[in-house]
């Protein structure tokens, strides 16, 4: 099994699951994480092929699902909020739709143009 990069950010509360976009990685996440540890424990994850996480064959939808369920069992985390940035986005997504027992919540905040 490959386990994915995960930072724990620390903090008290509901866990919260940070995912990065494209060719990125959980590094975009440490300002965002310091303000949210707060009200809640934060981890971030590197998605597979980026940042400090080996690359996964075949690169899937439905592969990176499992490797980051992997991971968050692997760091003890039951149920999170995960939220996702692009790619990021869908992932989170995707995570909750494969794992409803595990997931509160899908959060894939976006920015509109001009």
């Not at 075949?58 to 490797?67: D, L, N």
């Not at 959060?107 to 143009?113: D, G, I, L, N």
């Amino acid at each position: 099994m490959t386990l994915l990069h995960v930072h724990d950010h620390g903090g008290d509360g509901p866990q919260l699951v940070l995912l990065h976009g494209y060719a990125r990685s959980l590094a975009d996440w440490d300002a965002s994480a310091a303000l949210l540890t707060a009200g809640h424990h934060v981890l971030a994850v590197d998605l597979p092929g980026h940042g400090r996480s080996p690359g996964i064959s075949p690169w899937t939808i439905p592969t990176v699902v499992r490797h980051i369920a992997d991971a968050l069992a692997a760091h003890g985390v039951r149920e999170a909020v995960v939220v996702g940035h692009s790619l990021g986005g869908l992932i989170a997504v995707e995570y909750a739709r494969a794992n409803p027992d595990r997931a509160r919540a899908a959060v894939t905040p976006f920015q509109t143009c001009c």
